[in-house]
């Protein structure tokens, strides 16, 4: 076999290589998509129903895992009005979650995310001059931020969610050249960014109110609760656009 021959099977088993490679890092994007959205995939047919949203909410045992230790915060903090018990208790719970995620194998940078969250509150919680109010304030930051994002993104004309359903379809980019699109892209996610300026709206008052117990309660009611409503609202408004073979 001449030099030639061989440098032309290496270029050729490197195409093809490569080739093999992008449809599954599609599949991937289309996966991670679909799982934001909540919906799942039935042969050609993307699905929404309760199984595929409990599953975009990680499952039954995802959702009493993040359930629990705010729970527990909440019930101890109203028994005992004793910071350091409440605050304990919740990151301890919290923190056994996330070393079941490790031993899981699960994506190690959602458990990194979820450590340093843990340990935010709690020190903000427990620190000198601090409060116990102050434990909710990585979740402010949290919900600021992606606030931000989406509200940013629908300014700027590139809507995280026309993203995502670009991502779930293959479209790529190109449905930003249809405006009817873009629009209905635009409006959904600005229901994103309205769902975390109302967490803040309810809730920024009960933390400057010191009403720990009350703030407690309306983190539990505006989370996973209006997360899924707002999921099942964007399934209704892009539907057509989702299940679409184009």
């Not at 359930?67 to 350091?84: K, N």
């Not at 903000?124 to 931000?148: E, M």
Request: with cysteine.
């Amino acid at each position: 076999m001449s030099e030639n021959q061989g440098q032309n099977e290496n270029q050729a088993q490197g195409e093809n290589q490569a080739q093999s490679a992008e449809p599954q890092k599609s599949s991937q994007f289309a996966s991670a998509a679909a799982s934001r959205l909540g919906i799942r995939v039935e042969g050609d047919t993307a699905v929404f129903d309760g199984k595929s949203l409990l599953a975009s909410l990680g499952g039954w045992s995802g959702l009493i895992e993040s359930t629990i230790p705010p729970t527990a915060f909440l019930v101890i903090y109203t028994l005992t009005q004793h910071p350091v018990w409440s605050v304990g208790v919740s990151a301890a719970l919290s923190l056994i979650s996330i070393v079941k995620q490790v031993i899981q194998r699960k994506p190690i940078s959602q458990a990194i995310v979820g450590a340093v969250l843990v340990a935010a509150s709690a020190w903000l919680a427990l620190r000198n001059h601090g409060s116990t109010k102050d434990y909710f304030i990585p979740g402010f930051i949290t919900n600021i931020s992606y606030g931000a994002v989406m509200l940013l993104s629908v300014i700027i004309r590139w809507p995280v969610i026309g993203l995502i359903v670009g991502f779930f379809k293959g479209w790529g980019f190109s449905w930003r050249k249809k405006r009817s699109l873009l629009t209905r892209f635009d409006l959904v996610t600005s229901l994103w960014a309205i769902l975390f300026g109302l967490r803040l709206l309810v809730e920024l008052p009960l933390y400057f109110a010191n009403n720990v117990e009350a703030l407690g309660i309306a983190k539990l009611i505006m989370g996973y609760p209006l997360y899924a409503i707002c999921l099942w609202f964007t399934w209704l408004s892009l539907r057509s656009v989702i299940l679409n073979k184009s």
